[in-house]
């Protein structure tokens, strides 16, 4: 038995997230999109993000260009162009506790996630951070990444899992992975492992330095 707790990084995309959300919506699962500001002013975007806040599916933000970790990018105003920006794209649809996650680079964590202006730029703001235990790398390996994925769930009692809802392909196991999933005994929810949310509504409730560059970017 393990629980479960999926999250879809970079859309939404026309191609691909009206399937994602088709294929929840028929199994009755909750889940929360980490939208990719500049993808949201595509046509058509705004209205599936639309679609995923009527669902249930919460909002949540991952920076507006998906340009890089912060940690490794320079610019006092960096923390306002990537999350603030994307924020207010995001607007009534955001969820009460305004969820931000980072960028990783290939889901990494580590002190290249943030500097320690970006913290107190969340802080400030009242952000919560929501990182993850789980990735299975959909985006790199379309056809692979599930028996990758089942084998991280049988790892932990409680898996945030990291899937991308990208032209990539690697959605279209996303039905037969879920199968798996609950013939493993798995329970799907929608809030996330308190290990992996340092800060809360802009409360650091766990140690952040190691998720913070020693180098000074300015």
Known sequence: MFDLTLTFD????????????DILKRRSIRSTFFVVGERLTAPGARSLAE????EGHWIGNHTFTHSGALGGRMGPDLAAREIGRTQAEIGSLAHPHRYFRPQGGG????????????????????MTC??????PEDWKDPDGWMERALGQCRLQPWTLMVLHDLPTGAMRHLDIFLDRVID???????????????IRDGLVVRPVDGYVTETLRE
């Open 10 to 21: 970079n859309g939404p995309t026309v191609e691909t997230t009206p399937g994602v959300l």
């Open 51 to 54: 679609r995923a806040h009527a």
């Open 107 to 126: 889901g990494a964590i580590g002190p290249h996630l943030f500097r320690r202006r970006d913290i107190d730029w969340l802080v400030a703001e009242k």
């Open 130 to 135: 929501v990182l993850w235990n789980a990735i």
């Open 184 to 198: 493993m005994g798995g329970q799907l929810r929608q809030d996330f492992p308190p290990d992996c949310v340092p």
